[in-house]
């Protein structure tokens, strides 16, 4: 089965403060498919996490299409609270994120369903970082 890593990040300048995101997929021999660098406005560091995942898995799925359903996906996360979020091993806590969450879950079902969130330490997520930052910083 084929594999594609996306890698996400999204900051906030002053929590909250103006945010950014960044979303990098790869396939299994590291080829980049395709990046994402963008300002999101104002919102915190929690929403601008969440916004990465939504929209890195909306690309993936506008990118690769239908096949997405036969393919397996590792989502990489540098926030190890997300990822528990999204494996519903941690509770959200803020009502405003409940909708982002609704969001993945259907993504998750609808056209991703061999994803798997993975946790990873920030230094192994550091280009979803620099996309990041460089939309925060245009």
Known sequence: MEKVTIFTR???????GPAAIGVLFVDSKGKVLGKISESIGNSTNEYAEFFAV???MHAVVEFL??????????LKLS???LKKQL??????KDVGLIGSFIEV???????LPNLVPVYI??????EAEKLAIKALDA
């Open 54 to 56: 939504v929209r890195g």
């Open 121 to 126: 330490e920030p230094e192994q997520n550091i």
């Open 65 to 74: 299409g239908d096949k997405t359903k036969e393919m397996e996906f590792e």
């Open 105 to 111: 879950y259907n993504v998750r079902v609808e056209s």
């Open 79 to 81: 926030n190890e609270v």
């Open 10 to 16: 999204g900051i906030s300048r002053g929590n909250p």
């Open 87 to 92: 494996n519903a091993e941690h509770q959200i």
